[in-house]
């Protein structure tokens, strides 16, 4: 396969297949994208797995994880920060747009899944880098679809509420709490299938612009 996504969960693929096929300009590019975690059951379109960012890191540090990434040709590793303060993760936020910028957060962020993606088998990540694309959303990915249904000017990227943000904007109840819904992500993320709404978005969102810029060196 071209592209293997390892998310949290069935949403975060949803989502980012449609800004796969949207920014190489191809639809059929859909057949060459692969769920790896949480797995799905192509039959029955049923999880094989559960989701979640801890089954997410749990996956990294196994060998199933090894095989995936040898398999295909891009792994996508897609994470929200919301959870980054969690006793089991630990990456303070406090201090993002104070002495830290998004960019630097990010980069701590990676650098913890490195570190899990390292901590079973030594050196794996250093040997494969060039086959991980990391999809960080700060601090979710629900901000990546208010930064495009918002045409408000902002002064910095909304990162925070951006589920319920994203209801009373669009006068919906789906991107927040257990309200969500798969069909609502697949409809309302259809704004990505456009090149030209994703370099919209990259423009607004500073997380969203680091996923697309790793992107940039791959020709299709």
Known sequence: MKFGLACEGRIDQIVLR???????SNPDLDDDIIELQPRLDKTEQKLQDFGGWEKLLDYLKDSRFAEDVLSNEYVVLQLD???SEHRNFNVSQSEINKS????????????KLILTINENNQGFYEAHSNKLIFAICVHSLECWLYAYYNTKPLKNPKITGCGKALNYLL???CFDGDTKDKESYSEYSKVFLKRKNIEIVAQKDTSFKHFIQQL???SL
Do not use: A, V
């Not at 449609?18 to 190489?24: E, K």
């Open 18 to 24: 449609d800004i796969l096929c949207g920014y190489f």
């Open 100 to 111: 830290l910028t998004i960019e630097e957060f990010i980069s701590i962020i990676i650098g």
């Open 216 to 218: 940039q060196p791959i």
């Open 171 to 173: 006068k919906l109840n």
């Open 81 to 83: 920060t919301d959870i």
